[in-house]
T-cell receptor, first 115, second 116 residues
């Protein structure tokens, strides 16, 4: 089954404790992206990757890191989480970012709470 | 930067009736895609319908259709014969088609309630 998986689905942590949210897709997609969803703000892009070893900042990259060492995986790293990073996080992928490949497939979301 | 505005935080509709969700966007680009995503309580993001800006014909997907007004920068979603399963948060989204422009923007969402 074609899908984007994220782990963990739920996470409660404390300020400053490094964490990683994993994202994996099995569709051989080149493009992957991370979003955060907050009430009243919709989804905002954190980071994206056009292909292996190619990443770039989205609208709200502060406090986050990513890496893309393999095509299928795109982990999101919070080196020192703070309470303002409490949010719902989505990973998404698409075949590429060119014409005709516009549909993004979303993971199930990760609910993160930082106390 | 492009912006997407959904002016209706909440909407409600009676089962079997029709409801229209509004979306406006701001862009200086001529080539782009527009989307409506549905997010049910499960939180999964589900693509409902998409529209290419160069197409004048409004997209339709079964009970879902859009009214795309390019000059007015408006992209509303019409749900006909509403069903209880349509209850969800709906997000309007814009994606640039400009080469190497990664811009994808979402509106704040409209929560749709369906009354039996």
């Amino acid at each position: 089954e074609a899908q984007v998986t994220q782990n963990p689905r739920y996470l409660i942590t404390v300020t400053g404790k490094k964490l990683t949210v994993t994202c994996s897709q099995n569709m051989n997609h080149e493009y992957m992206s991370w979003y955060r969803q907050d009430p009243g703000l919709g989804l905002r892009q954190i980071y994206y990757s056009m292909n292996v070893e190619v990443t770039d900042k989205g609208d709200v990259p502060e406090g986050y890191k990513v890496s893309r060492k393999e095509k299928r995986n795109f982990p999101l790293i919070l080196e020192s989480p703070s309470p303002n990073q409490t949010s719902l996080y989505f990973c998404a992928s698409s075949l590429s970012w060119g014409s005709g490949s516009y549909e993004q497939y979303f993971g199930p979301g990760t609910r993160l709470t930082v106390t | 930067a492009q912006t997407v505005t959904q002016s209706q935080p909440e909407m409600s509709v009676q089962e079997a009736e029709t409801v229209t969700l509004s979306c406006t966007y701001d862009t200086s680009e001529s080539d782009y895609y527009l989307f409506w995503y549905k997010q049910p309580p499960s939180r999964q993001m589900i693509l409902v319908i998409r529209q290419e800006a160069y197409k004048q014909q409004n997209a339709t997907e079964n009970r879902f259709s859009v009214n795309f007004q390019k000059a007015a920068k408006s992209f509303s979603l019409k749900i006909s014969d509403s069903q209880l399963g349509d209850a969800a948060m709906y997000f309007c989204a814009y994606r640039s088609q400009v080469y190497n422009n990664n811009d994808m923007r979402f509106g704040a969402g409209t929560r749709l309630t369906v009354k039996p």
